[in-house]
């Protein structure tokens, strides 16, 4: 950016394309992840130094591309992320970018995306919703700014619990087109179907699933996940999981390991004990099977440490210890069917074991988190505790 008779120039296209060129240009010459980092990170600390404007430009890339890398490659912590976010926003205002009528206004739209993926994916919900909303709010007329950036915003607010703006958006999405686009269109129903489900709105889902079974464009795998869906509403309205168990097996249509995760934390969430005694551990379910666990996904490490707290050789104090990290961690979670399941197999199993302060704390968070999907509705989505007794209060 250039100073002209005490006027800013505004950055163009042109100088922003051809800036981002040269930065490509320059990474090229460092190969390891942690060193294109490093070499960023310095030239924006230089660059901070210098007091001329001219570098305004690519001090706002470097941000950017800062935060692009860590999106694929981590290696900023949170606060970093923060800083290199206030920076390029405070770069972006003295442009002027304070509007979506500006011309560079894309720009904001991209850096407060890119920010929403990255919360999403550290587990800030709130932020990644919020910064959703700033990227559609400030990005501009582009239609991915309507039809899908509703679609965006209302994924992010489902994942916060707020089912009823969800469908407000989605339906928001449909009317700026994004009816038109077979992908997303189906996958705005998926969305819709699981809430539907968690809303006991049973007769809108089955109707929703016929229509989405008759799209033209409909892909193998979303017709497996239609499926899921319904052997979910099977498994709320009759409390019994069995057609979930056995649709995971080695050769069912959803033999897949997150499926199988599902369809164990739905056994320990009910109050039979049958499933237990059929299935013991999450191994038994899938032994001898080609799915492959996944130590590093948060939803993975939940299921095992919920399996530990059936293991009466790990003393109590342990158990209740690891579970209350478990809890305390949800917001990793990417998906509000997984932290509510989570929640329903934790409390079944503090009902169990007889732990009714740790029982009281977790009913009242799951209770919570429902009443916000149903808008006071329900305090139970999965419909898994309605013949537990009331807990008395602890002292």
Same mark, same amino acid.
């Given at each position: 950016?250039?100073?002209?008779?005490?006027?800013?120039?505004?950055?163009?296209?042109?100088?922003?394309?051809?800036?981002? =060129?040269?930065?490509?240009?320059?990474?090229?010459?460092?190969?390891?992840?942690?060193?294109?980092?490093?070499?960023?990170?310095?030239?924006?600390?230089?660059?901070?130094?210098?007091?001329?404007?001219?570098?305004?430009?690519?001090?706002?890339?470097?941000?950017?591309?800062?935060?692009?890398?860590?999106?694929?490659? *981590?290696?900023?912590?949170?606060?970093?992320?923060?800083?290199?976010?206030?920076?390029?926003?405070?770069?972006?205002?003295?442009?002027?970018?304070?509007?979506?009528?500006?011309?560079?206004?894309?720009?904001?739209?991209?850096?407060?995306?890119?920010?929403?993926?990255?919360?999403?994916?550290?587990?800030?919900?709130?932020?990644?919703?919020?910064?959703? #909303?700033?990227?559609?709010?400030?990005? *501009?007329?582009?239609?991915?700014?309507?039809?899908?950036?509703?679609?965006?915003?209302?994924?992010?607010?489902?994942?916060?619990?707020?089912?009823?703006?969800?469908?407000?958006?989605?339906?928001?999405?449909?009317?700026?087109?994004?009816?038109?686009?077979?992908?997303?269109?189906?996958?705005?129903?998926?969305?819709?179907?699981? /809430?539907?489900?968690?809303?006991?709105?049973?007769?809108?889902? =089955?109707?929703?699933?016929?229509? !989405?079974?008759?799209?033209?464009?409909?892909?193998?795998?979303?017709?497996?996940?239609?499926?899921?869906?319904?052997?979910?509403?099977?498994?709320?309205?009759?409390?019994?999981?069995?057609?979930?168990?056995?649709?995971?097996?080695?050769?069912?249509?959803?033999?897949?390991?997150?499926?199988? /995760?599902?369809?164990?934390?739905?056994?320990?969430?009910?109050?039979?004990?049958?499933?237990?005694?059929?299935?013991?551990?999450?191994?038994?379910?899938?032994?001898?099977?080609?799915?492959?666990?996944?130590?590093?996904?948060?939803?993975?490490?939940?299921?095992?440490? #919920?399996?530990?707290?059936?293991?009466?050789?790990?003393?109590?104090?342990?158990?209740?210890?690891?579970?209350?990290?478990?809890?305390?961690?949800?917001?990793?979670?990417?998906?509000?069917?997984?932290? #509510?399941?989570?929640?329903?197999?934790?409390?079944?199993?503090?009902?169990?074991?007889?732990?009714?302060?740790?029982?009281? !704390?977790?009913?009242?968070?799951?209770?919570?988190?429902?009443?916000?999907?149903?808008?006071?509705?329900?305090?139970?989505?999965?419909?898994?505790?309605?013949?537990?007794?009331?807990?008395?209060?602890?002292?």
């Amino acid at each position: 950016m250039d100073l002209a008779d005490g006027k800013i120039m505004s950055w163009t296209k042109t100088q922003i394309e051809s800036e981002k =060129e040269k930065i490509r240009d320059w990474l090229e010459n460092f190969h390891a992840p942690k060193a294109k980092l490093s070499a960023i990170l310095s030239k924006l600390h230089g660059n901070l130094e210098d007091d001329g404007t001219e570098l305004q430009l690519q001090t706002f890339l470097l941000s950017v591309f800062a935060l692009a890398h860590h999106l694929r490659n *981590g290696g900023m912590s949170i606060s970093d992320i923060d800083k290199m976010a206030n920076l390029a926003d405070t770069l972006l205002r003295i442009q002027g970018v304070d509007s979506p009528r500006s011309r560079i206004a894309f720009l904001a739209g991209d850096l407060h995306l890119m920010l929403s993926q990255i919360y999403w994916k550290s587990g800030d919900q709130w932020k990644a919703c919020w910064e959703q #909303l700033l990227s559609r709010v400030l990005g *501009g007329p582009a239609e991915e700014n309507t039809a899908h950036g509703y679609l965006a915003l209302a994924n992010r607010a489902l994942r916060l619990g707020q089912a009823a703006n969800a469908l407000r958006w989605i339906e928001t999405a449909k009317k700026n087109g994004l009816g038109s686009d077979g992908w997303w269109s189906i996958q705005s129903g998926l969305k819709q179907l699981m /809430i539907f489900r968690l809303q006991a709105r049973f007769q809108e889902a =089955e109707t929703l699933e016929s229509q !989405l079974l008759a799209h033209p464009k409909i892909s193998a795998d979303e017709r497996t996940e239609i499926q899921w869906e319904k052997l979910s509403r099977i498994a709320h309205s009759e409390g019994d999981p069995s057609l979930l168990l056995q649709s995971v097996k080695k050769g069912k249509q959803h033999h897949d390991v997150e499926f199988a /995760i599902e369809a164990f934390l739905w056994s320990r969430a009910v109050s039979s004990t049958r499933w237990m005694k059929q299935y013991p551990n999450f191994r038994k379910l899938v032994y001898s099977s080609q799915i492959k666990t996944r130590k590093n996904d948060p939803l993975f490490q939940a299921l095992t440490v #919920l399996e530990g707290c059936y293991d009466t050789g790990i003393p109590m104090p342990r158990r209740l210890r690891d579970l209350g990290e478990v809890l305390g961690n949800l917001n990793l979670l990417v998906n509000l069917n997984h932290e #509510l399941l989570v929640r329903a197999a934790s409390l079944r199993w503090l009902i169990r074991s007889s732990s009714p302060e740790a029982e009281c !704390l977790a009913r009242t968070e799951y209770e919570s988190l429902c009443r916000k999907i149903t808008e006071g509705a329900s305090a139970d989505v999965l419909n898994a505790f309605d013949s537990s007794p009331l807990i008395s209060k602890a002292g």
